[in-house]
């Protein structure tokens, strides 16, 4: 069964720092990995999305990797800004040999909190 | 504006009475998910559902049950045999195709006492 494992559990840095948060899985066979936002008590947030063929993606200040073969990723911020502060979940999505589009297995994810 | 809804945003339950939560999508997605979120465990699929007329369980079904009668609509129903039903739940949809991006809903506090 696939897990999915994030460090840190929480964060806090000054504002204007790059960070890099992790996410690890266990299973190599994904379909792809997704990088959510969530902020309290709110739905999550789609921030970048992975193909297992890719080795990376870019949307303005974030910038997520993956390697397959040894089960990471990371999501690198740059320059923090106070606006960051959420909490960021990784999920992956399996391979399945029927198709079709099974439910994402969800990391615990990573609290963050930039300080002004 | 194309997105999923879901009502109400806080439910309060007795316990032993079922409730319903209702999620509805425009984005004319296939694929429709239900998740339970609580404090410390992350999230865990409940149900989803490829097509109209057919859900499969996930990893926490019990005492949970669905249906998916229109492709934008995908309501679940908390049972009196859910033991601890209280939890933010999250309905999410994907295409059914390509990249199967998941997106979600805005959530459903349940308070169950």
């Known amino acids: 069964k696939q897990e999915v494992t994030q460090i840190p559990a929480a964060l806090s840095v000054p504002e204007g720092e790059n960070l890099v948060l992790n996410c690890s899985f266990t299973?190599?066979?994904?379909?792809?990995l997704q990088w959510f936002r969530q902020d309290p008590g709110k739905g999550l947030t789609s921030l970048l999305l992975?193909?297992?063929?890719?080795r990376e993606q870019t949307s303005g200040r974030l910038n997520a990797s993956l390697d397959k073969s040894s089960g990471r990723s990371t999501l690198y911020i740059a320059a923090s800004q106070p606006g960051d502060s959420a909490t960021y979940l990784c999920?992956?999505?399996?391979?399945?040999?029927?198709?079709?589009?099974?439910?994402?297995?969800f990391g615990k994810g990573t609290h963050l909190i930039i300080q002004p | 504006d194309g997105g999923i809804t879901q009502s109400p945003k806080y439910l309060f339950r007795k316990e032993g009475q079922n409730v319903t939560l209702s999620c509805e999508q425009n984005?004319?997605?296939?694929?429709m998910y239900w998740y339970r979120q609580d404090p410390g465990q992350g999230l865990r699929l409940i149900y989803y559902?490829?097509?109209?007329?057919?859900?499969q369980k996930g990893d926490i079904a019990e005492g949970y049950s669905v249906s998916r009668e229109k492709k934008e609509s995908f309501p679940l129903t908390v049972t009196s045999a859910q033991k601890n039903p209280t939890a933010f739940y999250l309905c999410?949809?994907?295409?059914?195709?390509?990249?199967?991006?998941?997106?979600f809903g805005p959530g459903t506090r349940l308070t169950v006492t």
């Open positions: 999410a949809s994907t295409t059914g195709t390509g990249l199967y991006e998941q997106y």
């Open positions: 299973d190599s066979a994904i379909y792809n």
């Open positions: 992975i193909q297992s063929s890719q």
């Open positions: 999920a992956v999505r399996g391979v399945y040999s029927g198709g079709g589009a099974d439910g994402l297995t």
């Open positions: 984005l004319n997605h296939d694929a």
């Open positions: 559902s490829q097509i109209v007329n057919d859900f």
